[in-house]
């Protein structure tokens, strides 16, 4: 019989209970077991097909798993209804690139869509909600701006923000910074810092940056279909990173100061 560990439930945000699921025959996640805490900073890291993206696709409830269980703030997720308390914060959007007609405004408002006329958010003015999520991540003087005339740093910036438009308690963002320049970076992990220090949000982020992942996260949970380690970011070693992506790794910490 499993063995349970929802014993500490009530500071659990998200608790994965011997977790598997597999597209077709072939297993993405397998007997995966962790519970991320509340105000944690957990970064998923492992080799591309390793089950990163699945375990937060898992976490949305955007995917059912084939056995195991998963836990939002300690109710099974077959029965949560509280979604205003998870903001998601997907890949940079590459349609962002080129002429893309919404505003900054207009995009943060889709945070607040609840599913019965999505048309309305473009039609009413800015809820003071909205306001104060563009406000939270320093986009209000640019919210009449078209989304595709901001940098990629700004444009995440902006996702966020939707994100935040319900003042989540948990922040899930798969690989957020791909395609964003230094700069754009530096900004990105500025603001997470300033939402965890002042919203004491927790925070998981599917990151190949290892260095980056390091300096900012709390945990590390390295991932190859199985849950490899799950620990302490300062108790993960070059041989560990080497074991997960099967050659030698050598850990560079980048200071985002």
Same mark, same amino acid.
């Given at each position: 019989?499993?063995?349970?560990?929802?014993? !500490?439930?009530?500071?659990?945000?998200?608790?994965?209970?011997?977790?598997? @699921?597999?597209? !077709?025959?072939?297993?993405?996640?397998?007997?995966?077991?962790?519970?991320?805490?509340?105000? !944690? @900073?957990?970064?998923?890291?492992?080799? !591309?097909?390793?089950?990163?993206?699945?375990? #937060?696709?898992?976490?949305?409830?955007?995917?059912?798993?084939?056995?195991?269980?998963?836990?939002?703030?300690?109710?099974? #997720?077959?029965?949560?209804?509280?979604?205003?308390?998870?903001?998601?914060?997907?890949?940079?959007?590459?349609?962002? $690139?080129? $002429?893309?007609?919404?505003?900054?405004?207009? #995009?943060?408002?889709?945070?607040?869509?609840?599913?019965?006329?999505?048309?309305?958010?473009?039609?009413?003015? #800015?809820?003071?909600?909205?306001?104060?999520?563009?406000?939270?991540?320093?986009?209000?003087?640019?919210?009449?701006?078209?989304?595709?005339?901001?940098?990629?740093?700004?444009?995440?910036?902006?996702?966020?923000?939707?994100?935040?438009?319900?003042?989540?308690?948990?922040?899930?963002?798969?690989?957020?910074?791909?395609?964003?320049?230094?700069?754009?970076?530096?900004? @990105?992990?500025?603001?997470?810092?300033?939402?965890?220090?002042? $919203?004491?949000?927790?925070?998981?982020?599917?990151?190949?940056?290892?260095?980056?992942?390091?300096?900012?996260?709390?945990?590390?949970?390295?991932?190859?279909?199985?849950?490899?380690?799950?620990?302490?970011?300062?108790?993960?070693?070059?041989?560990?990173?080497?074991?997960?992506?099967?050659?030698?790794?050598?850990?560079?910490?980048?200071?985002?100061?």
């Amino acid at each position: 019989m499993p063995i349970s560990i929802t014993n !500490n439930l009530p500071e659990s945000h998200v608790t994965f209970e011997h977790v598997t @699921f597999g597209y !077709n025959e072939a297993h993405a996640v397998e007997d995966v077991t962790f519970s991320i805490e509340r105000g !944690n @900073f957990v970064a998923l890291i492992g080799p !591309n097909g390793s089950g990163k993206t699945t375990l #937060i696709k898992l976490a949305m409830g955007l995917e059912k798993p084939q056995s195991g269980r998963v836990l939002l703030f300690g109710e099974d #997720i077959k029965r949560f209804r509280s979604w205003h308390r998870i903001g998601y914060v997907p890949q940079f959007a590459s349609a962002f $690139r080129v $002429r893309f007609p919404a505003t900054v405004a207009d #995009i943060v408002k889709l945070g607040e869509y609840k599913g019965i006329d999505h048309t309305a958010i473009f039609r009413r003015g #800015i809820s003071p909600a909205a306001e104060k999520a563009l406000l939270l991540v320093d986009m209000w003087d640019l919210r009449h701006r078209l989304i595709s005339e901001l940098s990629g740093g700004q444009q995440q910036r902006v996702l966020i923000g939707r994100a935040m438009v319900h003042q989540p308690e948990l922040l899930i963002m798969d690989e957020p910074t791909s395609g964003v320049d230094q700069a754009g970076q530096e900004q @990105f992990y500025t603001l997470i810092r300033h939402l965890r220090e002042t $919203r004491k949000v927790t925070v998981i982020l599917v990151s190949h940056d290892i260095g980056v992942v390091l300096h900012e996260a709390d945990k590390i949970a390295c991932m190859n279909c199985r849950l490899q380690s799950y620990t302490d970011v300062n108790e993960l070693s070059d041989k560990d990173l080497s074991a997960l992506y099967g050659h030698k790794v050598d850990m560079v910490v980048h200071r985002h100061e």
